[in-house]
């Protein structure tokens, strides 16, 4: 079973950047999908990026392509989010995932960091 812990959320100005961080354990990470999601107040959870066990395929929603940018460490057992020209919208609960593939369900969550963006 495969831990997950975030961390990198806060408060950032419109325009801003911010890394999250994603750290795995109990368990082998290089074997895992991981994904990114977030969670706006009254708002459904939504997909935001997801990378595959190697690295080698990333998906991204349209809202964050081209702005944010997910990668991982399989060394350090660590998923990244980069985000960057940060928007007010953006604002919700981040959350990573793992699956064991990009076509499969995500079975393993992270508490999830709070990132604000103040306009």
Not at 44 to 66: H, L, M, N, P, Q
Not at 68 to 94: G, W
């Amino acid at each position: 079973q495969v831990q997950l812990v975030e961390s990198g959320g806060g408060l950032v100005q419109t325009g801003g950047s911010l890394r999250l961080s994603c750290a795995a354990s109990r368990g082998t990470f290089s074997r895992y999908a991981m994904g990114w999601f977030r969670q706006a107040p009254g708002t459904a959870r939504e997909f935001v990026a997801a990378i595959s066990w190697s690295g080698g395929s990333t998906r991204y929603a349209d809202s964050v392509k081209g702005r944010f940018t997910i990668s991982r460490d399989n060394a350090k057992n660590t998923v990244y989010l980069q985000m960057a020209s940060l928007k007010p919208e953006d604002t919700a609960i981040y959350y990573c995932a793992a699956a064991i593939s990009l076509h499969n369900a995500y079975d393993y969550w992270g508490q999830g960091p709070q990132v604000t963006v103040s306009s």
